[in-house]
T-cell receptor
Framework: EPEVTQTPSHQVTQMGQEVILRCVPI?????FYWYRQILGQKVEFLVS????????KSEIFDDQFSVERPDGSNFTLKIRSTKLEDSAMYFC?????????????FGPGTRLTVL | SQQGEEDPQALSIQEGENATMNCSYK?????LQWYRQNSGRGLVHLIL?????REKHSGRLRVTLDTSKKSSSLLITASRAADTASYFC??????????FGKGTRLSVIA
């Protein structure tokens, strides 16, 4: 069964460093998302991506964040200058059709630890 | 406003018992989805129920949706130790992204 994959599973970085989190969505899906979950808290939406552009983003997704689909398979989240409060699990998700009307399939997550 | 608030926050039951978790939301929705998360792991999609559906089954899972009360319930029958996890509801409204609740932590004791 196809699934969303994410790498790395755990990333440790120093405050101020740039990190890139990688995701491979399910191959025939058209919509891609990033969510994050701070330990013990809700899963929060960051950004959605369709047709090679951001379709929606939350207040969390500020200028420090960017997303890219560099080729036909990868979907990346970049944090330019990490802060301590960026420590969280980051989940990538994809869906075959329009968000809100279809199931989103989540990857296993990347645990980001900012020291 | 908050969407998808689950209760109880934590639930502990014996293996074989049924577990019921509830979710309430505030605005109109297209669908409501339930996810499971094992500790420190990813989100596993369990079931999606659309706003025009009242009940849905999948194996030992039964989900109901009452749009007049803006609430949903997830019932796990004949629970197993492997069902121990956090369970989240997530609502989908129009073109807004999924909004998750804080989840219910279920512990099934063997």
């Amino acid at each position: 069964e196809p699934e969303v994959t994410q790498t790395p599973s755990h990333q440790v970085t120093q405050m101020g460093q740039e990190v890139i989190l990688r995701c491979v969505p399910i191959s025939n899906h058209l919509y891609f998302y990033w969510y994050r979950q701070i330990l013990g808290q809700k899963v929060e939406f960051l950004v959605s991506f369709y047709n090679n552009e951001i379709s929606e983003k939350s207040e969390i997704f500020d200028d420090q964040f960017s997303v890219e689909r560099p080729d036909g398979s990868n979907f990346t989240l970049k944090i330019r200058s990490t802060k301590l409060e960026d420590s969280a699990m980051y989940f990538c998700a994809s869906s075959p059709r329009a968000r809100g009307t279809d199931t989103q399939y989540f990857g296993p997550g990347t645990r980001l630890t900012v020291l | 406003s908050q969407q998808g608030e689950e209760d109880p926050q934590a639930l502990s039951i014996q293996e074989g018992e049924n577990a019921t978790m509830n979710c309430s939301y505030k605005t109109s929705i297209n669908n409501l989805q339930w996810y499971r998360q094992n500790s420190g792991r990813g989100l596993v999609h369990l079931i999606l129920i659309r706003s025009n559906e009242r009940e849905k089954h999948s194996g030992r899972l039964r989900v109901t949706l009452d749009t007049s009360k803006k609430s949903s319930s997830l019932l796990i029958t004949a629970s197993r130790a492997a069902d121990t996890a956090s369970y989240f509801c997530a609502t989908a409204s129009g073109n807004t992204p999924l909004v998750f609740g804080k989840g219910t932590r279920l512990s099934v004791i063997a």
